[in-house]
């Protein structure tokens, strides 16, 4: 949170020289989180992500929050809690990704009531605290071919939870990053 509030000083003073091209976003990228699935500020920010959000907004930028709603993290309590959520292999195991060996993490079953219903509050519940722009990341995820709750293909399983998410971010900015280009038009509002 510290090297946050002193980066927003810097955009803030940087900002305000003249002949400098004028920083619009302040976007946080991954690290806040506890973990990925548990999209609560972890202890490197007291203050918590909505007090951060409004101390971006208050200085005049669009506040921007990374996330990675399709993945959840092996070690997060939901994931232990909710066997049922993730898609699975032929042999019926939660496929893992594994991201530069630092943790494993299952895909959530978007064709599952409740997951779909927990990713899409997640996500809404980011952009009610004021994160009106958000890099939701790893989008590619949704699109795993597995075994789901519904017999759907990989790529209409991302259709749905693309829906959800763009429900989710409503009027705010939805920047698609890691994902399918063709399929996330009319989801997104730019990719990266």
Known sequence: EDI????????????????TTPIEVFQIDDGWQKHWGEWEANEEFPS???????????????????MAPFYVSTEAQI??????WW???????????SNFGDNNYAIVDVTH????????????????E??????????????????????VT???AYHIGMALLREAVGDGMFLACGA?????????????
């Open 79 to 84: 994931y232990s809690e909710n066997a049922e």
């Open 48 to 66: 918590g992500m909505a007090t951060l959000a409004e101390d971006i907004s208050a200085a005049g930028f669009t506040a921007g929050l990374w």
């Open 180 to 192: 399918p280009m063709l399929p996330s038009v009319g989801y997104a509002d730019a990719f990266r």
């Open 130 to 151: 004021g994160w009106d722009y958000l890099k939701l990341d790893f989008l590619y995820a949704g699109a795993q071919s597995g075994q789901r709750q519904e017999a």
């Open 87 to 97: 898609v699975r292999d032929d042999s019926g195991l939660p496929i893992l990704f």
């Open 154 to 156: 990989g790529m209409e």
């Open 113 to 128: 009531p409740e997951a779909a219903e927990w990713m899409q509050s997640t996500v809404a519940a980011k952009k009610a």
């Open 4 to 19: 946050i509030q002193a980066n927003l000083d810097a955009a803030i003073d940087l900002r305000d020289r003249e002949g």
